[in-house]
Nanobody, 126 residues
Framework: QVQLVESGGGLVQSGGSLKLSCEAS????????MGWFRQAPGKEREFVAG????????DYADSVKGRFTISRDNAKKTTYLQMDSLKPEDTAVYYC???????????????????WGQGTQVTVSS
């Protein structure tokens, strides 16, 4: 069973930065696309960013484009989400997710992902 563990969340002022990490448990991590989603109170979970298995392709939600950067280090079995110029509307629980389809391109839909982390809270104060 794949386990994903997120870290790096916290409280930050508007305009600040945070870097989230998501470490996977399985040895074949490098074969699978990864993604970040978020869910704010009272709202549906939404796509934030995705990265292909190789790391060569990435995609972002319009709301975070130019501010957030997704990356991966396959040797460390870890996916990252660098978040800059944070806004109060970025406040949410952030989840990383992994697809079980190997060698895939970037995925935007939550139904394309099979494994999810427990989530990490990001709070941006105004």
């Amino acid at each position: 069973q794949v386990q994903l563990v997120e870290s790096g969340g916290g409280l930050v002022q508007s305009g600040g930065s945070l870097k989230l990490s998501c470490e996977a448990s399985e040895r074949t991590f490098s074969s699978f696309p990864m993604g970040w989603f978020r869910q704010a109170p009272g709202k549906e979970r939404e796509f934030v960013a995705g990265i292909s298995w190789s790391g060569s392709n990435t995609d972002y939600a319009d709301s975070v484009k130019g501010r957030f950067t997704i990356s991966r280090d396959n040797a460390k079995k870890t996916t990252y989400l660098q978040m800059d110029s944070l806004k109060p509307e970025d406040t949410a629980v952030y989840y990383c997710a992994e697809s079980s389809v190997p060698w895939g391109n970037v995925k935007r839909e939550d139904y394309d992902y099979d494994y999810w982390g427990q989530g990490t809270q990001v709070t941006v104060s105004s």
